[in-house]
Structures are given as C-alpha cells and as structure tokens.
C-alpha cells in the first residue's frame, strides 16, 4: 500500500534548538501540495500543544495544533482516561500541572506529593531532592509510575540537562520499580497516532533522528521508517545500533524526504 501519512519527529528533524534545519519549510510544504497527511510526532511536555505549534511558527513552520501530538499531550490524556480523578505527584514544569488538573486530576504539591495515587516524572528544570524524594515516597508506597518520555537529556544553549528518563531512573533505582513509559516509543504513543492520522500501518512513514525513539515507534506501529542524520544521530553509531533500531532508509537530511517517498510508492 502506499505510503499517505507521514509522522515526523521535531527536535533534530525540523529544528535544532531554535534553528529551522535546511529545507525543512520547502520539503512540508510540497508534501501536502502532493497530499501527504502530516502529523508531527514529539517528546515535548513542557508545554501545550497550542504553544509548540506557536514556538514552531516563530521560527517559520506553519504546523497547526491540531497536527501536533505531544509526549505531555498523550500522557496527561492517558493518566486522565485511567485515573480519573485520581492524586497526582508530577516531576515536572508548571504548564504540565496545570493541564493535569485541568484533566480533573488532583495535582499534588511538593509537601504532599509522597501520598499521590499516581506519579509521572517528566521535563523539570527546577527539580530538586525534595521533588525526587517525594516521587520516590510515593511510588514506594504503591503509586502508579510513569515516565512521559525516557530521553536521557535535554540539550540547552550551552550545556545538557537531566530529561525525564534520567530523572525517572533516579526513581526507579531508589525504589526497584520501572516506570510505565507514554511518550515514545511506547503503545500508548502508538495509539494516539493511529487515532490521529486514521489510516493503515502499510501506508503510514515515521521519520525521525533516533533509532531508540523515532525508528522504534515506526516498528511498534508497523510503518515504514527513515532515520534522518541531522540531529543527534551518525553513521558510526548506526553501526552500534541493536537490529531491532535500524531504519529502512538513512537519509542525510530532510530534503531527501520526497523522492525517498517516491521510491516507496513506486
């Protein structure tokens, strides 16, 4: 079948830090003149969907919320749809709170977080012992525990930072415990794309920069995949890659997109 919707991951394939990478506007733009449905797969849980799709149009992506599905997205959705109502603890930024409680979740504070039902670590510039603590409580105490993403860092200007998956490790490691992980690559993540796009597995492309994370959600889901090295990504570390992790095209940048789709559908 062939291919009609394409899942783009969105930090080191459309984007790097704040920078648009080369002819990433031109390659979207004549996929959906050629009527490619695009969805824009991402690990972000900082911030709402509303604001990554502003964050994307100030540096010249015109991608529309509603093509836009977000690690903090799907996990607030999830934790809503099987906690409702439940108490709360969240490693994490205060837009991600905000939207959990909005969900009709009893978010926690710090000083109350050791007795929350639920835990999900996420994204947190100011975690601090006490916020990891607290997860820890909880989560030894019979708290179900989530991880919206496993990234193990988050890169800044100048320097990397602790991601969710580092943060959540810490946690699991404390208390013996694994996090149930939401973002990608997970089954939660492949469902919502699948609810998103509608269409079948054979006919779906994921393209992304991390085999661990972009390449793997294509193969839970049953797409087609394509490994982009632009971002974190080389060739020698493909050469490490787990088999299970290797793309079915290695592309050097975005522009080569289209006429890979090309050779697909031929």
């Known amino acids: 079948m062939a291919i009609q919707g394409i899942v783009f991951d969105v930090d080191g ?23 490619y449905q695009l969805l824009f797969c991402t690990q972000q849980n900082q911030h709402s969907d509303r604001k990554i799709s502003d964050r994307l149009k100030s540096v010249g992506l015109d991608i529309p919320e509603r093509e836009i599905v977000s690690a903090g997205t799907v996990s607030v959705s999830a ?45 947190d510039y100011n975690v601090n012992q006490m916020r990891l603590s607290a997860a820890a409580e909880a989560v030894r105490r019979g708290a179900i525990f989530y991880v919206t993403n496993l990234d193990r860092g988050e890169p800044m200007k100048d320097r990397i930072i602790p991601g969710p998956g580092s943060l959540a490790v810490a946690i699991a490691y404390t208390v013996r415990r694994r996090p149930i992980v939401l973002g990608k690559p997970s089954p939660t993540m492949v469902a919502a794309v699948r609810d998103h796009l509608g269409l079948a597995s054979s006919s779906i492309a994921v393209i992304g920069d991390q085999p661990a994370q972009d390449v793997r959600l294509g193969r839970m889901l049953g797409a087609a995949t394509a490994l982009l090295l632009s971002g974190v990504t080389t060739i020698d570390e493909l050469d490490r890659t787990p088999s299970s992790y290797l793309p079915d095209a290695v592309l050097t940048s975005i522009s080569e997109v289209p006429l890979w789709l090309e050779q697909v559908n031929a």
């Open 13 to 35: 394939t459309l984007v790097l830090e704040e920078r648009v990478l080369d002819g990433a506007p031109e390659t979207l733009e004549l996929l959906r003149r050629l009527g």
């Open 79 to 123: 934790i809503a749809e099987r906690h409702p109502g439940s108490q709360v603890y969240a490693v994490g930024s205060t837009s991600l709170r905000d939207r959990l409680e909005k969900a009709g979740m009893k978010v926690l504070t710090d000083q109350q977080g050791e007795r929350a039902e639920v835990v999900l670590v996420a994204t």
